[in-house]
């Protein structure tokens, strides 16, 4: 994703951090926001329920999206 696109959370591949991505709020269903990209690309921060969530790439690799 780009920053400013938006996709809606269609389903989580990996079960472990399934578990820990819905305690944060990625529930399928629910829209989110790429907001920021550090400089080498990692972590990266994505905007869900109005609230601000900074994921590792390999954390945010494992949510599918639907644009």
Do not use: F, H
């Not at 829209?31 to 109005?50: C, F, H, Q, W, Y």
Request: contains cysteine.
């Amino acid at each position: 994703m780009k920053i400013g696109e938006r996709g809606v959370i269609c389903c989580l591949q990996d079960p472990e951090m399934g578990l820990k991505l819905l305690e944060m709020g990625c529930i399928p269903g629910t829209e989110v926001k790429m907001n920021s990209r550090a400089p080498l690309g990692d972590p990266i921060t994505i905007i869900v329920n109005n609230y601000t969530l900074s994921l590792r790439l390999d954390e945010a690799e494992t949510i599918l999206l639907k644009q």
